[in-house]
């Protein structure tokens, strides 16, 4: 005799990647349960109000990298709510000795930038001419660009760049794992530059976009109007529901789900791992240590966002841009800080200048686990420094994240081969989440969309033709 289930798809943690991938089953007209530890739904991504700011504790924009953005927004009637980025947020600064500097816009502001030096500007020159990197070695982001194009591109480009990211390390983050796109330039095409210029014509009609072409976007109500939408319109989400075990089994996959004090076994013919990787070791240790092992492996440092207002007319820098990234050899406290109020309209009533601030990182984890006070502290000190800021701000609120982004670290390939053998050897259990794909917000979409695939084709393998596709 069949057992009862639950539903068709169990889906574990409801940040975007498992939002998005409930979804999607959903749409496909299969039972969704989705089950979430926290008491709201969204995992990083969170909005607040305080003092008629608009408050992100995580991020901040997305990139609309592709299509499925769109068709997501549209589908859980969000996409009117769906702002743009201000053109003023255009600029972006790195720090320079000490200055914010604009990065160049176009070829001819390259040529007469001072954020690089003649020196820097002609080895990029070079860059064309130097041989490609061996095929199938992993090479670290920081040994890619020095190799390529040069340390002081790697110093005032990358670090800071890979910092903004995923308040990362380039020496430890892998290329071709982190950044598949430059990796795969390189590859194709013997020379970034050769690859960029030649690619021309099929980016322009490929409807997916880079980061660096794709439009930014927010929401007017912030970032969580689209994981409340999507919580809203699943037909079984459960909040404060932990799962705290998984048995995978032929056909049926169970799951200990604890909420309150009551514990329960639920079934489902296939379960989607849409945890951080930490979250999900502990739930695959007891049934497959080497992919345990594989997600125990991935580092999340912790990064601390300080939300802070001032005055306006108190903060003597223009703030005309999307913000300001700090590289690690101008040896700041903070990774960087997002003009809040300028990137988008009605982040802060007029008169007041919004800043958002990253603190810590794989490059200053310490700083990250300071107390809130002290971390306010440094920010505003910072901003004095850097920004003109007034010694105090009007008011400042941390948000701390003891896990913030996963690193795609060298040996990221291995692992991730490591859990698609499992997704091989456990029919039935998925795995979807930042970790995987990318972690961006559209990367998240992307992968929620391709692991759906996946888990609807499984269910229609195995039950005949009855679920439609
Ligand atoms: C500070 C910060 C700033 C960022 N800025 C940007 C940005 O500007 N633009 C951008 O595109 N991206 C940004 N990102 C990255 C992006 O927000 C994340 O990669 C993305 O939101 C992750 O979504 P996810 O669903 O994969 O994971 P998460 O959001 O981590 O969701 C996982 C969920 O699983 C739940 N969970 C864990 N264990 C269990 C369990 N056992 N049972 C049930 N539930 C469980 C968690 O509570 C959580 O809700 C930022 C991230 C951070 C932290």
Request: proline share 5%.
């Amino acid at each position: 005799m069949r057992q009862a289930l639950d539903a068709d798809v169990i889906v574990v943690g409801g940040g975007i990647s498992g939002l998005a991938c409930a979804w999607n089953l959903q749409q496909r007209a299969i039972r969704v349960l989705l089950l979430e530890s926290a008491a709201q739904p969204g995992g990083s991504i969170g909005t607040t109000r305080e003092q008629g700011c608009l408050l992100e504790s995580g991020p901040n924009s997305a990139l609309d990298t592709t299509p499925l953005i769109a068709q997501l927004l549209d589908e859980v009637g969000v996409a009117g709510e769906r702002i743009s980025a201000n053109t003023a947020a255009r600029n972006r600064y790195i720090l320079r000795d000490g200055r914010l500097t604009a990065l160049p816009l176009s070829p001819l502001e390259f040529l007469g930038t001072s954020l690089f030096s003649a020196r820097a500007k002609l080895r990029l020159a070079c860059e064309p001419f130097i041989a490609r990197g061996a095929p199938g070695g992993e090479e670290s982001v920081a040994a890619f660009v020095r190799r390529r194009i040069g340390i002081e591109f790697l110093d005032y480009a990358i670090n800071p760049f890979v910092a903004g990211v995923y308040a990362g390390d380039p020496e430890a983050l892998s290329v071709s794992a982190a950044f598949p796109r430059l990796h795969a330039l390189e590859q194709a095409h013997g020379s970034l530059i050769r690859g960029y210029v030649a690619g021309a014509r099929a980016r322009a009609r490929d409807p997916e976009k880079s980061k660096q072409a794709a439009p930014m976007f927010a929401f007017r109500d912030g970032m969580q109007t689209l994981t409340d939408a999507l919580a809203r319109r699943l037909a079984q989400v459960e909040l404060a529901t932990e799962a705290v075990g998984v048995a995978p089994g032929r056909g049926c996959q169970s799951v200990t789900a604890r909420s309150m004090n009551a514990q329960r076994e639920l079934r489902a013919r296939a379960v989607v791992l849409a945890t951080p990787a930490h979250a999900a070791a502990k739930l695959v240790s007891a049934f497959s240590s080497d992919t345990g092992a594989a997600l125990a492996a991935i580092q999340y440092p912790p990064v601390a966002v300080a939300i802070s207002a001032y005055p306006r007319e108190a903060v003597r820098h223009a703030l005309d841009g999307f913000g300001v990234l700090v590289p690690q050899r101008e040896r700041r406290s903070i990774l960087g800080t997002i003009f809040s109020s300028t990137l988008f309209e009605n982040r802060a009533p007029r008169g007041l200048a919004l800043l958002t601030t990253f603190v810590g990182g794989m490059r200053q984890p310490e700083l990250a686990r300071l107390n809130d006070d002290e971390i306010a502290a440094i920010v505003q000190a910072e901003h004095v420094a850097l920004l003109g800021a007034p010694a105090r701000a009007q008011f400042v609120r941390v948000r701390h994240w003891e896990r913030a982004i996963p690193q795609y670290t060298l040996g990221h390939a291995a692992r991730m081969a490591a859990i698609e053998t499992a997704e091989r050897r456990f029919p039935g259990v998925f795995f979807c989440a930042n970790y995987r794909g990318g972690v961006a917000i559209g990367d998240c979409i992307k992968s929620a969309d391709r692991v759906a695939g996946e888990v609807a084709k499984f269910l229609r393998d195995q039950q005949g033709a009855k679920i439609p596709g």
